[in-house]
Nanobody
Framework: QVQLVESGGGLVQPGGSLRLSCTFS????????IAWFRQAPGKEREGVSCISSHDGSEWHEESAKGRFTISRDVARDTVYLQMNNLKPEDTAVYYC????????????WGQGTQVTVSS
């Protein structure tokens, strides 16, 4: 069973930076995709960024482009989301999720970490 544990959330001022970590274990598939989603109060959950283990290819939601970077540390079984130039509208609970590359369903989710951007 895949397990995902997020960390790194917190309170930051507008324009500041945070790095979220998603440490994973239990993968049985050769290739997988890990994504970061977020959910703000009263809003639907939305995808932010994802990365593929097969070739390292990335996808970023439009508002994240140029500000967020997703990366992986294979030795540490961890995916990072580096968030720069944070804005109040980035405030949300951030979740990491995983799926096998061939499976369209996000089958595994972490518990979430709160990111608050406020002065």
């Amino acid at each position: 069973q895949v397990q995902l544990v997020e960390s790194g959330g917190g309170l930051v001022q507008p324009g500041g930076s945070l790095r979220l970590s998603c440490t994973f274990s239990g993968f049985t598939e050769t290739y997988w995709v890990i994504a970061w989603f977020r959910q703000a109060p009263g809003k639907e959950r939305e995808g932010v960024s994802c990365i593929s283990s097969h070739d390292g290819s990335e996808w970023h939601e439009e508002s994240a482009k140029g500000r967020f970077t997703i990366s992986r540390d294979v030795a540490r079984d961890t995916v990072y989301l580096q968030m720069n130039n944070l804005k109040p509208e980035d405030t949300a609970v951030y979740y990491c999720a995983a799926r096998a590359t061939i499976d369209p369903t996000w089958a595994s989710w972490g518990q979430g970490t709160q990111v608050t951007v406020s002065s």
